[in-house]
């Protein structure tokens, strides 16, 4: 389908070049491979220049690091607590608890939340000094929070804003020592591991409470880590397995997957190998379940082995290029707001929605929408006791693998998160490089050339997480992580896919019609949920976290002007209200959106995994820009 036609930006940057001749500061060498090369980057735009110097790019990158962060608690206070947009180009922030208001210089204000500030200031404080850093700023906000968090809640946040502002120096200094991956990098893998900042609207998006400097070398995909996996065997009698993974029509148990991943491991009888994160593994021995399960010979610690796999932008999923399968490891660390261990919720979860699509679900959508699918998750092992109670930790679940070497499959996230490139003063997002990428080769407004993307993208990614919905009655969790956009070797969106096991919405007003495609379906995993908080969920991930995250990301980049983009995603909107979904409908005409409020979540101590559905998160009501 062709994207609808959308007026040019209004002179965003300049008159149109002629056609063939590069921009200024624009070369029109670009090499040919894919479109997330490193090499002959076009410059930066005009309008990328009239910016202000970024403190993104400072050569401290603890400052840049810092910076980064009170950008986030700044845009998390904002939306959180309704902040209208200044008259001039300061931000009064009022803290009353304090007796004082930060006074934030304003160099951006995105209708959509993706704000640019520069450093702030206590509203008082003599000219020569120094700005509030991250974790004043981040003490100031908790103490203004109130009934909602206690102390207790208030310096845990501030510990973590410390811990992430230290975890983000580390990745912005290596990755300005190490810009670029190999000439024959796996591309998949690049943009995994590019994600350096993390989520712009989190207080605390790097923070890994648990691991070490050393471990952190290892495990995290922002330094390019690697691993070989820790192996345990896992006696028959205690061991909890479920698999709809085939291959030339024959159904292959988990077990029989693990040992393939296993290699030339030597298992002991009646025994499956299973996978473990080596953070786990040592982490496991102190748990008294696992210590009995290991003295009663129904577990067998074979240490570690194979070749390294890598880590993913969610730290916990693992890859190894070539393999037929991804690994989701239980992690106890605690990342943004969760400890990330699979639920066997989770686990059913995943091998059911395989099940589902393979009941013609799946035949029905790619015929309307051949570029988009689901990354399936259709087998898993872990462990329970003698009793029949599973063992919390001791679990993967083994995910498809359809990407290869050549794939240019990208998370939003990372494909609009700002990073150091190769020969370049200043860190820039793989989208912003695109972009500017697609504007010299054509010679067309860098403006137009944003507008023309964001609606294949539209049509390739949003339409059909839309239509099953729509048709099916089950929402996916799309916010920016957990949806890729494929690209074509120019760098225009073809295609797209969704991973997650634990984010699904079985919407129950279909509750009827998906237990006749798939009897019982739901009986385990527990991912019926009431039309009402569907209806909230989806339009927090896919309408505010996603798309108007990515109208976001495209204003602050000075890329595209946001209004036209909403403008744009209006007009896609009322063509998609024939899909079946009531989101289009509720985008378009409530006056309102609830909101996920990271920063409240994480003051009132919640765990995003644990809990009813409804509860897990604290949601705030925020004006639709959609409607402004």
């Not at 029109?28 to 403190?55: F, I, K, N, W």
């Not at 304003?106 to 450093?119: E, I, Q």
């Not at 610690?301 to 194979?306: A, I, R």
């Not at 998750?377 to 083994?398: C, K, N, Q, R, Y």
Request: aromatic share 6%; with cysteine; proline share 10%.
């Amino acid at each position: 389908m062709n994207p609808t036609p959308v007026p040019e930006a209004p002179g965003a940057d300049g008159p149109p070049s002629a056609p063939g001749r590069p921009r200024p500061g624009e070369s029109t060498t670009v090499p040919r491979q894919h479109s997330g090369g490193y090499e002959d980057l076009p410059g930066p735009s005009p309008a990328h220049d009239r910016l202000e110097a970024d403190h993104l790019d400072h050569p401290d990158a603890h400052h840049a690091a810092d910076a980064a962060t009170v950008e986030n608690l700044l845009r998390c206070w904002v939306r959180e607590k309704n902040l209208p947009q200044p008259a001039g180009k300061t931000l009064r922030v009022p803290l009353d608890a304090s007796g004082t208001a930060l006074l934030v210089p304003v160099h951006y204000w995105s209708p959509t939340g993706w704000h640019r500030f520069g450093p702030p200031a206590l509203e008082g404080a003599p000219p020569t000094a120094p700005s509030a850093d991250a974790v004043t700023v981040a003490a100031l906000l908790s103490r203004e929070s109130g009934p909602v968090g206690d102390h207790r809640e208030g310096a845990d946040l501030v510990g973590r804003v410390a811990d992430s502002i230290r975890r983000t120096a580390d990745f912005i200094t290596h990755r300005r020592q190490h810009p670029g991956p190999a000439a024959d990098a796996d591309f998949f893998l690049t943009a995994e591991q590019s994600l350096l900042l993390g989520h712009p609207l989190h207080p605390t998006p790097k923070s890994r409470e648990g691991l070490s400097e050393s471990e952190a070398r290892l495990y995290s995909p922002e330094l390019n880590g690697c691993f070989p996996l820790h192996w345990v065997a896992v006696d028959r009698s205690v061991l909890a397995t479920d698999s709809a993974w085939t291959e030339q029509g024959r159904t292959l148990t988990a077990g029989q997957l693990t040992s393939r991943l296993a290699g030339d491991l030597t298992l002991p009888d009646n025994t499956a190998a299973l996978p473990l994160h080596p953070w786990q593994a040592r982490e496991l021995l102190h748990r008294p379940a696992v210590t009995e399960l290991l003295s009663a010979g129904l577990l067998h610690d074979l240490g570690p082995h194979g070749d390294p796999w890598h880590p993913t932008s969610s730290v916990r999923t693992v890859h190894r290029p070539g393999a037929p399968a991804m690994l989701k490891l239980s992690l106890g660390v605690r990342i943004t707001n969760s400890r990330r261990e699979n639920l066997r919720k989770e686990l059913h979860r995943g091998v059911e929605v395989h099940r589902l699509l393979r009941t013609g679900l799946a035949k029905e959508w790619q015929a309307a929408h051949p570029g988009f699918d689901i990354v399936r998750d259709p087998a898993w092992l872990a462990v329970d006791t003698p009793s029949g109670e599973p063992v919390p930790g001791l679990d993967v679940m083994l995910r498809h693998n359809p990407f290869g070497l050549g794939d240019d499959a990208v998370c939003i996230a990372s494909l609009t998160a700002p990073r150091p490139w190769p020969g370049r003063p200043r860190m820039r997002s793989r989208l912003a490089v695109t972009v500017s990428r697609l504007a010299a080769r054509t010679g067309r407004p860098t403006g137009a050339v944003a507008a023309e993307w964001f609606l294949r993208y539209l049509d390739q990614v949003v339409r059909p997480v839309l239509w099953l919905d729509g048709t099916a009655g089950v929402a996916l969790e799309a916010h920016q992580q957990n949806t890729l956009v494929i690209l074509d070797p120019d760098g225009w969106p073809r295609g797209g896919r969704y991973r997650d096991n634990q984010g699904y919405y079985f919407r129950e007003s279909h509750r009827a019609a998906l237990e006749r495609r798939l009897p019982g379906i739901g009986t385990h995993s527990d991912t019926f949920v009431s039309d009402d908080v569907t209806d909230e969920r989806f339009a927090y991930y896919l309408g505010i976290n996603n798309v108007l995250g990515l109208i976001g990301a495209f204003g602050a980049q000075r890329l595209a002007d946001e209004r036209l983009l909403l403008a744009a995603f209006r007009q896609f909107l009322t063509t998609a209200t024939g899909l079946g979904s009531p989101l289009p409908t509720r985008l378009l005409d409530s006056p309102t959106l609830r909101c996920k409020a990271n920063l409240m979540t994480r003051l009132n101590g919640l765990d995003e995994l644990v809990g009813p559905v409804d509860t897990q998160s604290v949601y705030v009501t925020i004006a639709n820009p959609l409607r402004r």
